[in-house]
């Protein structure tokens, strides 16, 4: 009798600690954004939204981005929670999320409470492991150098966004236990921008990947310009709404939107090592 009690101890020990290794950590990610964001946000779901039923297709609104997160939580036995958030909101603050604004918001303001109703690093990282924030596609109108550089303004220069990046950076460095994904500015089409501005904007995009991007910290990046532009200038227009309409179309964030998702998968699982910028699997 005393053996079987043994026998069947052991085998009660080894069942529960199997099943404590299938139950994983929840981690809540939270994605900041405006329009082009929320596109690929939806992804491939626009269409088929309007075929279903009222029932299946609040289902659908999620999002295709939350229902693949959905589905890889089913068959990893996972516990990621994503959810979006207009950042910064059109009012009291303004629909501006350009780097003077994080850095506004974020570092200047920073603080334990809101700054004109949006939520400082303070606020956000109490409740998300994981945060994906980017700019909307005007941040691709940057303008030549004034004579002098200043972190405090709002003018789009490529000499006061690195200003403003680089205390961000550090902003960001004060929350190691959270993981931040940064998107490359989006671009713009032939159409929307001179061509002096589109020079200025893939060097920015380029110091941001090559310079102040940094190794072995919690910042991450996608880059979504070099998705967009495939080494070009500019919103390729075949990815566009229009060749006068910047945000992406519907195919382009169908596609993308499975980069993405790798890319925040393999950052909360792998430190981001096993996909490139973009979200190609190595």
């Known amino acids: 009798m005393k053996s079987k009690l043994a026998i069947l101890s052991v085998l009660f020990m080894i069942f529960s600690f ?49 229902i693949m997160l959905n589905k890889y939580n089913r068959e990893h036995k996972t516990k990621y929670k994503i959810r979006e958030q207009i950042f910064p909101k059109n009012s009291p603050y303004g629909w ?19 700054y004109l109703e949006e939520p400082t ?15 909307c596609f005007p941040i691709s109108n940057i303008e030549a150098d004034m004579e002098v550089a200043s972190i405090d303004s709002d003018v789009k ?18 929350f190691p236990q959270t993981k931040f994904i940064l998107f490359t500015g989006a671009a713009l089409t032939k159409s929307s921008v001179t061509e002096e501005e589109a020079i200025r904007a893939k060097a920015f995009f380029e110091w941001v990947r090559d310079e102040w991007d940094q190794p072995g910290d919690n910042i991450y990046l996608w880059d979504l310009y070099s998705l967009q532009t495939e080494g070009g200038l500019y919103l390729k227009d075949e990815y566009a709404v ?5 945000h ?14 790798n890319r925040i998968v393999d950052v909360v699982e792998n430190n981001g090592s096993n996909t490139s910028l973009t979200g190609v699997n190595k």
Do not use: M
């Open 157 to 174: 220069t490529l000499a006061n966004y690195k200003l403003q990046y680089a205390a961000l950076r550090d902003k960001l460095h004060e």
């Open 248 to 261: 992406p179309n519907e195919a382009f964030a169908s596609t993308v939107v499975e980069l993405l998702f």
């Open 18 to 66: 199997n099943s404590c290794k299938q139950v994983k950590e929840e981690t809540n990610i939270l994605f900041l954004h405006h329009s082009t964001g929320r596109v690929i946000w939806i992804g491939n779901t626009t269409t088929k939204i309007k075929t279903l039923t009222r029932k299946f297709s609040d289902r659908l609104a999620k999002g295709q981005l939350p």
């Open 96 to 114: 501006n999320n350009f780097p003077f604004d994080y850095y506004n918001i974020w570092v200047k303001n920073q603080g334990e409470e809101p």
């Open 121 to 135: 690093l303070e606020i956000l990282t109490k409740d998300h492991q994981v945060i994906v924030f980017k700019h």
């Open 242 to 246: 229009s060749e006068y309409d910047s």
